[in-house]
C-alpha cells in the first residue's frame, strides 16, 4: 500500500463508509475524513452516508475534505435524517443527473451521473451503489452498461459499491465489453476481506494505471476503499455533452449543498 501518486495520474477513491459506524459500534467520521485525507483523492465516492437520528451537523468531518464540488443521492429521506451515497470532485461537476436503479420491492437505488472537466480533459463519471439481490443488479448493471455506450466518445469511470459477489458475476458480464477495464480487490469485510464488492471500472485500455486498498480502513468500516490512479486518454480533451435522451426516467434530482460543497448547477438543485 502506497500513497504515493503516479506521475500523470488522477486519484479516485470509492469507499462503503457503513454509516460512519465502525467495528466498534461508534459512529465516527473523523477517521473517515483522516484517512480519505491521506490519499488527496481527486474524485471521491462514498456509499452508506447516514444522518438519521444524527442530524446533517453530523457530517462536518466530510466538509473539512476541502473537494470542492458535490452532487448526492439520497435514496433514503426521513423527517430525522437521510440515506444514500454521495460523489466528490476537486473539478466542477457539469451536467449532474441522478438515474433511478431502483427495482420493485427492494431498496431504492440512484445513480449519479456527471462529466467532469479535469484538467487533462473531461470525464463521464457514473458513481453507484448497487442492489443485494441478483436479479437485482442485473437489471441495473443493464441501465449502466447503456449509460456508458451512450457516452462512447468520451472516456468513462464507473465506481462504487457493486455488490457483485463474484468475479465474473452479473454486474461484470454486464459491463465487461463497455468498461473492460477494471479493479479486482478484495475489500469485505474489511476485517478479512474475501469479497471484492467495491470496483472501478474504465472504459478504454491503459486507463487503469493502478489500484490498492488500505487496510487502516478495518478500524472504519466494515469495507475496505479503493484507491486508484487512472491516466486520461489523449482524445479525452474533445468537449462533448451527455446526450439529451439520456434522463433519469424518474425526473429526481437530489442535488444538495448541506455539506459544505456546493451545487454545480445551482438552478438544479433544491432550495
Same mark, same amino acid.
Given at each position: 500500500?502506497?500513497?504515493?501518486?503516479?506521475?500523470?495520474?488522477?486519484?479516485?477513491?470509492?469507499?462503503?463508509?457503513?454509516?460512519?459506524?465502525? %467495528?466498534?459500534?461508534?459512529?465516527?467520521?473523523?477517521?473517515?475524513?483522516?484517512? $480519505?485525507?491521506?490519499?488527496? &483523492?481527486?474524485?471521491?465516492? !462514498?456509499?452508506?452516508? +447516514?444522518? #438519521?437520528? *444524527?442530524?446533517?451537523?453530523?457530517?462536518?468531518?466530510?466538509?473539512? !475534505?476541502?473537494?470542492?464540488?458535490?452532487?448526492?443521492?439520497?435514496?433514503?429521506? $426521513?423527517?430525522?435524517?437521510?440515506?444514500?451515497?454521495?460523489?466528490?470532485?476537486?473539478?466542477?461537476?457539469?451536467?449532474?443527473?441522478?438515474?433511478? @436503479?431502483?427495482?420493485?420491492?427492494?431498496? &431504492?437505488?440512484?445513480?449519479?451521473?456527471? $462529466? @467532469?472537466?479535469?484538467?487533462?480533459?473531461?470525464?463521464?463519471?457514473?458513481?453507484?451503489?448497487?442492489? !443485494?439481490?441478483?436479479?437485482?443488479? #442485473?437489471?441495473?448493471?443493464?441501465?449502466?452498461?447503456?449509460?456508458?455506450?451512450?457516452?462512447?466518445?468520451?472516456?468513462?469511470?464507473?465506481?462504487?459499491?457493486?455488490?457483485?459477489?463474484?468475479?465474473?458475476?452479473?454486474?461484470?458480464?454486464?459491463?465487461? *465489453?463497455?468498461?473492460?477495464?477494471?479493479?479486482?480487490?478484495?475489500?469485505? %469485510?474489511?476485517?478479512?476481506?474475501?469479497?471484492? !464488492? +467495491?470496483?472501478?471500472?474504465?472504459?478504454?485500455?491503459?486507463?487503469?494505471?493502478?489500484?490498492?486498498?488500505?487496510?487502516?480502513?478495518?478500524?472504519?468500516?466494515?469495507?475496505? %476503499?479503493?484507491?486508484?490512479?487512472?491516466? @486520461?486518454?489523449?482524445?479525452?480533451?474533445?468537449?462533448?455533452?451527455?446526450?439529451?435522451?439520456?434522463?433519469?426516467?424518474?425526473?429526481?434530482?437530489?442535488?444538495?449543498?448541506?455539506?459544505?460543497?456546493?451545487?454545480?448547477? &445551482?438552478?438544479?438543485?433544491? &432550495?
Amino acid at each position: 500500500m502506497s500513497v504515493v501518486r503516479l506521475p500523470g495520474t488522477l486519484r479516485l477513491m470509492t469507499w462503503n463508509i457503513h454509516g460512519g459506524i465502525g %467495528p466498534d459500534r461508534r459512529f465516527d467520521l473523523d477517521r473517515i475524513a483522516v484517512l $480519505v485525507a491521506l490519499h488527496a &483523492p481527486d474524485i471521491l465516492a !462514498l456509499q452508506e452516508i +447516514d444522518t #438519521r437520528g *444524527r442530524g446533517v451537523d453530523c457530517l462536518a468531518p466530510l466538509r473539512g !475534505l476541502s473537494i470542492d464540488h458535490f452532487a448526492e443521492a439520497r435514496t433514503i429521506a $426521513v423527517p430525522d435524517g437521510h440515506y444514500g451515497h454521495a460523489l466528490f470532485s476537486r473539478w466542477p461537476t457539469e451536467e449532474v443527473r441522478l438515474h433511478d @436503479l431502483s427495482v420493485r420491492r427492494r431498496e &431504492p437505488r440512484l445513480a449519479i451521473e456527471a $462529466v @467532469l472537466r479535469t484538467e487533462r480533459g473531461p470525464l463521464h463519471l457514473v458513481a453507484v451503489h448497487l442492489g !443485494l439481490a441478483i436479479v437485482e443488479r #442485473r437489471r441495473q448493471a443493464i441501465k449502466l452498461a447503456a449509460m456508458a455506450r451512450r457516452v462512447a466518445a468520451m472516456p468513462t469511470v464507473m465506481l462504487g459499491d457493486f455488490n457483485d459477489w463474484f468475479s465474473f458475476g452479473e454486474v461484470s458480464r454486464a459491463l465487461r *465489453r463497455v468498461l473492460p477495464e477494471r479493479t479486482d480487490l478484495r475489500t469485505f %469485510p474489511a476485517r478479512r476481506p474475501t469479497l471484492r !464488492l +467495491d470496483r472501478v471500472y474504465c472504459s478504454r485500455p491503459g486507463m487503469l494505471a493502478g489500484a490498492f486498498t488500505d487496510p487502516q480502513a478495518r478500524r472504519a468500516s466494515d469495507h475496505l %476503499p479503493i484507491i486508484a490512479d487512472i491516466r @486520461l486518454p489523449a482524445t479525452a480533451s474533445v468537449q462533448e455533452p451527455l446526450p439529451s435522451p439520456h434522463v433519469d426516467p424518474g425526473g429526481r434530482d437530489t442535488t444538495r449543498r448541506e455539506m459544505g460543497g456546493a451545487s454545480d448547477d &445551482p438552478q438544479r438543485a433544491d &432550495p
